[in-house]
Protein backbone atom coordinates (compact mmCIF):
# COMPACT_ATOMS: atom_id res chain seq x y z
CA UNK A 1 0.00 0.00 0.00
CA UNK A 2 1.48 3.41 -0.80
CA UNK A 3 -0.14 7.03 0.68
CA UNK A 4 0.68 9.81 -1.30
CA UNK A 5 0.83 13.40 0.12
CA UNK A 6 0.72 16.46 -1.42
CA UNK A 7 2.05 19.99 -0.40
CA UNK A 8 3.33 23.39 -1.52
CA UNK A 9 0.08 24.97 -2.85
CA UNK A 10 -0.83 28.70 -2.20
CA UNK A 11 -2.19 31.75 -3.08
CA UNK A 12 0.17 33.82 -5.65
CA UNK A 13 0.09 36.72 -8.16
CA UNK A 14 0.37 36.19 -11.94
CA UNK A 15 3.98 35.90 -12.80
CA UNK A 16 4.75 34.18 -9.99
CA UNK A 17 6.63 30.94 -8.94
CA UNK A 18 5.13 27.71 -6.68
CA UNK A 19 6.88 24.10 -5.62
CA UNK A 20 4.51 21.46 -5.14
CA UNK A 21 5.75 18.13 -3.68
CA UNK A 22 3.99 14.61 -3.92
CA UNK A 23 5.78 12.75 -0.60
CA UNK A 24 4.98 8.82 -0.77
CA UNK A 25 4.99 6.28 1.98
CA UNK A 26 6.38 2.63 0.81
CA UNK A 27 9.91 1.23 0.20
CA UNK A 28 8.30 0.13 -3.38
CA UNK A 29 7.47 3.77 -4.60
CA UNK A 30 10.59 5.00 -6.35
CA UNK A 31 9.43 1.96 -9.04
CA UNK A 32 6.04 3.73 -9.86
CA UNK A 33 5.65 6.31 -12.55
CA UNK A 34 3.72 9.90 -11.19
CA UNK A 35 1.67 12.13 -12.76
CA UNK A 36 0.49 15.46 -11.27
CA UNK A 37 -3.56 16.03 -12.62
CA UNK A 38 -5.43 19.08 -11.65
CA UNK A 39 -9.09 19.97 -11.55
CA UNK A 40 -10.73 23.23 -11.95
CA UNK A 41 -14.32 23.67 -10.45
CA UNK A 42 -17.03 22.99 -12.58
CA UNK A 43 -14.08 21.37 -14.76
CA UNK A 44 -13.24 17.89 -15.27
CA UNK A 45 -9.74 16.65 -14.01
CA UNK A 46 -7.40 17.39 -16.01
CA UNK A 47 -3.61 15.83 -17.05
CA UNK A 48 -0.87 18.54 -16.32
CA UNK A 49 2.76 16.54 -16.05
CA UNK A 50 4.33 12.77 -16.17
CA UNK A 51 7.56 11.32 -14.75
CA UNK A 52 8.61 8.12 -15.36
CA UNK A 53 10.06 6.15 -12.35
CA UNK A 54 13.85 6.65 -13.63
CA UNK A 55 13.15 10.07 -14.22
CA UNK A 56 14.67 10.01 -17.40
CA UNK A 57 10.89 10.83 -19.24
CA UNK A 58 8.81 13.63 -18.68
CA UNK A 59 5.42 14.28 -20.55
CA UNK A 60 3.93 18.11 -20.33
CA UNK A 61 0.40 19.30 -21.57
CA UNK A 62 0.85 22.07 -24.07
CA UNK A 63 -0.87 24.38 -21.67
CA UNK A 64 2.06 24.07 -19.07
CA UNK A 65 5.10 22.99 -21.47
CA UNK A 66 8.19 25.66 -20.70
CA UNK A 67 6.28 26.90 -17.69
CA UNK A 68 6.48 23.94 -15.44
CA UNK A 69 8.84 21.11 -14.63
CA UNK A 70 7.96 17.84 -12.94
CA UNK A 71 10.99 16.14 -11.33
CA UNK A 72 11.72 13.01 -8.71
CA UNK A 73 14.13 12.86 -5.82
CA UNK A 74 13.40 8.73 -5.68
CA UNK A 75 15.82 8.34 -2.32
CA UNK A 76 13.00 10.99 -0.39
CA UNK A 77 10.33 9.16 -2.03
CA UNK A 78 9.30 12.26 -3.78
CA UNK A 79 8.19 14.31 -6.96
CA UNK A 80 8.09 17.77 -7.32
CA UNK A 81 6.35 20.24 -9.63
CA UNK A 82 8.07 23.35 -10.37
CA UNK A 83 5.37 25.90 -11.12
CA UNK A 84 6.57 29.18 -12.80
CA UNK A 85 4.89 32.16 -14.79
CA UNK A 86 1.83 31.04 -13.34
CA UNK A 87 -1.28 32.17 -14.87
CA UNK A 88 -5.02 32.95 -13.67
CA UNK A 89 -5.75 29.59 -15.83
CA UNK A 90 -3.79 27.69 -13.75
CA UNK A 91 -5.93 27.35 -10.74
CA UNK A 92 -7.28 24.68 -9.44
CA UNK A 93 -6.86 21.52 -6.67
CA UNK A 94 -3.63 19.62 -7.72
CA UNK A 95 -3.36 16.07 -7.48
CA UNK A 96 -0.39 13.86 -7.45
CA UNK A 97 -1.08 10.18 -8.68
CA UNK A 98 1.16 6.94 -8.64
CA UNK A 99 0.88 4.15 -11.27
CA UNK A 100 2.83 0.86 -9.96
CA UNK A 101 3.12 -0.30 -13.75
CA UNK A 102 4.42 2.30 -15.76
CA UNK A 103 1.71 2.45 -18.17
CA UNK A 104 1.84 3.89 -21.31
CA UNK A 105 -1.42 5.66 -20.38
CA UNK A 106 -0.18 8.29 -18.35
CA UNK A 107 -2.87 10.82 -20.15
CA UNK A 108 -6.02 8.80 -18.55
CA UNK A 109 -6.68 9.35 -14.83
CA UNK A 110 -7.79 5.60 -14.17
CA UNK A 111 -4.58 4.45 -15.09
CA UNK A 112 -3.39 5.36 -11.84
CA UNK A 113 -3.82 3.06 -8.22
CA UNK A 114 -2.80 5.99 -6.14
CA UNK A 115 -4.08 9.31 -5.54
CA UNK A 116 -3.17 12.03 -2.91
CA UNK A 117 -6.09 14.50 -1.46
CA UNK A 118 -4.95 16.95 -2.98
CA UNK A 119 -3.40 20.82 -3.08
CA UNK A 120 -5.07 23.86 -3.71
CA UNK A 121 -2.95 26.45 -6.38
CA UNK A 122 -5.09 30.06 -6.35
CA UNK A 123 -3.51 32.65 -8.76
CA UNK A 124 -4.72 36.06 -8.38
CA UNK A 125 -4.64 38.55 -11.34
Known amino acids: QVHVVESGGGLVQVGESLRLSCVAS????????TSWFRQAPGKEREFVAH????????NYVDSVRGRFTISRDNAENTVHLQMNNLKPEDTAVYFC??????????????????WGQGTQVTVSS
Open 97 to 114: AADPWGSSKYLDPQTYEY
Open 26 to 33: GSTYSRYS
Open 51 to 58: ISWSGAST
